[in-house]
């Protein structure tokens, strides 16, 4: 069974960092394509990247090209979003996704990231 646990959410002031945690289980993050939404309040789930295992390239939305960073730790099967230089804007419930070429198939429950200004 493929499971996808979020964690690492929380309250940040504008400007500030967080680091959101992935804990995946029931396939090898060496043979998948992951990736991360998020969903802020009133507003359609959106994509913000997504790595492609096979490319070896991970592709990032404009709203947070060059502030957030997807990364994997394949001896713990684990997917990172560092997110700098955090806005309001960012405000959002973060869903960590995996599925072929970022088409996601299966979701985590999802971990609230809240910005203030």
């Known amino acids: 069974e493929v499971t996808l646990v979020e964690s690492g959410g929380g309250l940040v002031q504008a400007g500030g960092s967080l680091r959101l945690s992935c804990k995946a289980s029931g396939f090898s993050l060496d043979e998948a394509d992951v990736g991360w939404y998020r969903q802020a309040p009133g507003k359609e789930r959106e994509n913000i990247g997504c790595r492609l295992i096979k490319k070896r390239f991970t592709h990032y939305e404009e709203a947070v090209k060059g502030r957030f960073a997807i990364s994997t730790d394949n001896a713990k099967n684990e997917v990172y979003l560092e997110m700098n230089s955090l806005k309001p804007d960012d405000t959002a419930t973060y869903y960590c996704?995996?599925?072929?070429?970022?088409?996601?198939?299966?979701w985590g429950q999802g971990t609230q990231v809240t910005v203030s200004s």
């Open positions: 996704t995996m599925g072929p070429e970022c088409t996601p198939h299966y």
